[in-house]
């Protein structure tokens, strides 16, 4: 099973709400240090102007090209569900070869302070209870879903693409959109 | 709230089963702006030059008796009238808000106060002037019953408009609702929910809706029976549109040269408004913002009635927005003002019962700076000699913000409740710290009035000393002589307004559950009595109709403020020769990280996005502009500096700054924080429309 992310581009207001809400129920302080982000392409010339948001974060991916580069083994993958986690004691922080070889720049670092690893981990200790990570519940126009790949397409469809994102074949991001 | 050991640790919202209300990102971060070093937590004397920001810790007896005596002193010498009281919108609850120092000044003999609402005030008087009511609106599950929305200077994606609002929006979309987006700049909402972005210049929407009219009339696409039944003076506006009146046909090309708009546009929208019914044209308060906004919300509205939208489903009236009656709840009131007790009336009110009357010892937001600068000698009812300041950072947020530090200066006294240091609160003399949300109980309304009321339970306690306002008035009022302050505590309060409430049985089922929604059977729609039985059910005007021709206005004898809707050029807009020396039309809109200037310093929000002019490429190249570079933006009233956003998401000719960054002169005075209040005019509309999308500027790159 793979633990899978959906996005609906079409409904994203770029509001920021699941950044903010993962960087409080995390704690993560102010800084590049991050877990998700919004980004927002904007194509054309006025008056023809194409706005697209994007909130990603780590996808999960089902070969992820971190692990293999990660020289202390802090960035794991749970066999159960797929999902993707990292170790920050385990991390050696200021050897960026995750994040040189992730192709979405998933791991964030803060330059100062704890410079160790932040990585989306699909919030695995609410999954366990049962929960949807806090960024699905925050998000104030339910762009966002997750669950087991098979579900999520079923619900959702099979797209790839968005956007502002290209699908990696060789890593196979966890991530369906709409 | 996860809270361990009397601190709040984690933020989680709404998680019930019915559809929840999801906090915004501003709820969200609310953690850093509860725990701030910055927070205000002791009271506060100053010690330096007024705005220098130097301040002494001292007690709150001490505190009270400085401001006791002060309030006495000013009251003994030059009468209530010289006290101005200025609250507004920083609390927003049932009890904690402006109502606590009001009622206390009330108590202690009156004070004076504004009039005209920063936000509407132009909606307002169109509302109250066409429809007789501010309550026109449809709840938002009925926006998925439309054919066509036009969102005009709408943005919910960021202003909200009540909470889950944007979901409809997307619901709508989702279900095939064609909608369209008139506005200066691409908002994340145009993004998100438009099929088509029509970018028109600020200051011309009256023109443009004028000419869809036109497209109407010539079609003849109009509800002639709807105009028949429910409406008067149809034909007043008729003879001004086709140019019977002054030999000016209105058309798309008349507007096309004004809007900076293609006549093809209007032409297209204005027939598929006609033809899609039913559509909701949603007229947004930002273009009702500028000098003869009044104008633009009568145009709007008349559009609806042509087409017969109102009063059913998957129309609008294109009003004031207001729909069910959720903000009827009352408990806590700040009393009768005495100095306003059958007091003459402002000669400019519109004379509608509920509307936005006034008493002539009120003086307009817009004009505060001036009024305290000049006092009698300048045309004002007063001499003001002392401020009083709570929920509100008027330096910050109303026009003229150099003006306004010229005026402060100049008060024998000023009071500021606080939270934060804010540009206001630096010139307070006596600085009183005020708590959040987190740490008070109070109710929530629905902003615009939806059906549904959250309770705001104490969650954490107070910070440092901080009390809430009534507590502040409560304890202030012995030192005054005013014994009748309060005969219920903060719950006793609580437990009225819900008793006002016809929705809510239990107050402490309320308290435990939270929220409580209204189930409503349908969507409900504003005017649909009116529409079913005029005749058992009149709209709420002189005519009992929909006043296309109003015989109010009329008498008003004022032609800034016509019988039906009309173009009047504005000073500082698209024409004026002021724009050989400052040739871009600035517009001051909502930021999502702040509401107004409220979180401006809550880094997880700050972070999120760089607070910047917008400026389209064509305006920025000749100047020398990139993205990230600093800039100067300046007009006769002041300069500011900071950096610039070069967008595709702005019409030429416009810039934009959102409202909210905190002022910060520095020592030549150009404000560095980006302050859109040191750029906007000190003017208002004869309807009392604010006017801060009015303001020309000029930009240039700042050499460093």
Known sequence: MQMTFHFNQQRCTSCYTCVVACKDWFDIPPGPRTRRWVSTLEEGKFPDVEVSHLSLSCLHCENPSCISVCPSGAIKKRESDGI?????????????????????????FDEEGDTT?????????????????????????????????????????????????????????????? | MHIR???????????????????????????QRLYHRDRLIYPLRRTGERGEGKFERISWDEALGAIASELKRVKETYGNQSIFYIGYSGGHGQLHGMRAAYRLLNKFGGCT???????????????????????????????????????????????????????????????????????????????????????????????????????????????????????????RYRAYVMGEEDGLPKTPRWAEEICGVPAGTFEQLARDYATAKPAALIAGWGPGRTAYGEQYHRAAMVLAAMTGNIGIHGGNAAG???????????????????????????????????????????????????????????GYPADYKLLYVTNANPLNQFPHTNKGVEAIRKMEFVVVHEQFMTATARYADILLPVNTIMERNDIAQPWLSAPYYIYLNKVVESVGESKTDFQISSELAPHLGV??????????????????????????????????????????????????????????????????????????????????????????????????????????????????????????????????????????????????????????????????????RIIPGVVNIHEGAWFSPDSEG???????????????????????????????????
Not at chain 2, 156 to 178: H, V
Not at chain 2, 340 to 354: F, H, S, T, Y
Not at chain 2, 356 to 378: E, P, Y
Request: aromatic share 8%; proline share 7%.
């Open chain 2, 670 to 704: 150009v404000d560095r924080g980006g302050c859109a209040n040191v750029l906007t005019a000190d003017k208002h509309s004869p309807g009392g429309a604010f006017i801060s999308n009015t303001s020309l500027v000029q930009v240039e790159k700042e050499e460093t």
């Open chain 1, 84 to 108: 993707v986690y990292a170790d920050r004691d385990e991390c050696l922080a200021d050897c960026g070869l995750c994040k040189e070889a992730c192709p979405y720049d998933a791991p964030r």
């Open chain 2, 320 to 378: 004031f927005e207001r729909s069910y009656g959720s903000r009827n709840m009352h408990g806590f009131s700040a009393g009768k003002n005495p100095l306003e007790v059958d007091g003459p009336v402002r000669k400019d009110a519109l004379m509608l019962r509920g509307g936005t009357t006034s008493t002539a010892v009120r003086v307009h937001v817009s004009r505060i700076w001036d009024a305290m600068l000049k006092g009698r000698s300048g």
């Open chain 2, 5 to 31: 050991d009397g601190v709040i640790e984690r933020i989680e919202t709404d998680a019930d089963d019915e559809e929840q209300f999801r906090a915004c990102l501003r709820g969200r971060s609310y953690r």
């Open chain 2, 113 to 235: 106060k504004t009039w005209g609402g920063a936000s509407h005030e132009g909606g307002i008087f169109a509302s109250m002037a066409t429809y007789g009511t501010l309550s026109t609106g449809n709840t938002r599950d009925d926006l998925p019953n439309s054919k066509l929305i036009i969102m005009w200077g709408w943005n919910p994606a960021e202003t909200i408009w009540d909470t889950n609002t944007s979901l409809r929006l997307a619901e709508a979309k989702e279900k095939g609702t064609r909608i369209v987006s008139v506005d200066p700049r691409l908002t994340s909402s145009t993004a998100t929910f438009a099929h088509k972005w029509i970018p028109i210049k600020p200051c011309t929407d009256t023109a443009a809706l004028i000419a869809m009219t036109y497209v109407i009339i010539d079609g003849g696409l109009y509800d002639e029976k709807f105009l028949d039944r429910y409406t008067v003076g149809f034909d």
């Open chain 2, 483 to 648: 014994d009748d302050y309060s005969d219920l505590d903060e719950e006793g309060w609580l437990r009225k307004s819900v008793e006002s409430s016809e929705d809510i049985e239990d107050y402490d089922e309320f308290k435990k559950a939270g929220k409580h929604v209204v189930k409503l059977p349908e969507p409900y729609v504003s005017f649909e009595a009116q529409i079913e039985d005029p005749e058992k059910n009149p709209f709420s005007t002189p005519s009992g109709k929909i006043e296309i021709y109003s015989e109010l206005l009329a008498d008003m004898e004022n032609p800034l403020i016509p019988p039906v809707p009309k173009y009047i050029e504005p000073e500082e807009g698209p024409d004026d020769p002021l724009r050989g020396e400052f040739p871009l039309q600035l517009i001051t809109t909502h930021f999502r990280r702040r509401v107004h200037s409220v979180f401006e310093n809550v880094p997880w929000l700050a972070e999120l996005e760089p607070d910047a002019m917008w400026i389209n490429p064509v305006d920025a190249e000749p100047r020398g502009i990139k993205e990230g570079d600093p800039v100067k933006i300046f007009n006769q009233r002041g300069t500011v500096v900071m950096p610039a956003r070069v967008t595709e």
């Open chain 1, 117 to 178: 690893i932040e990585l989306c981990d699909f919030c695995v200790e609410r999954i366990d209870e049962g929960k949807k990570p806090i960024c699905v519940e925050a998000c104030p126009m339910r762009a966002l879903d997750c669950g087991p790949r098979e579900e999520m397409e079923s619900e959702y469809g099979e797209k790839k693409d968005a956007r502002g994102f290209s699908y990696v074949e060789e890593n196979r991001p966890s991530i369906v959109f709409k």
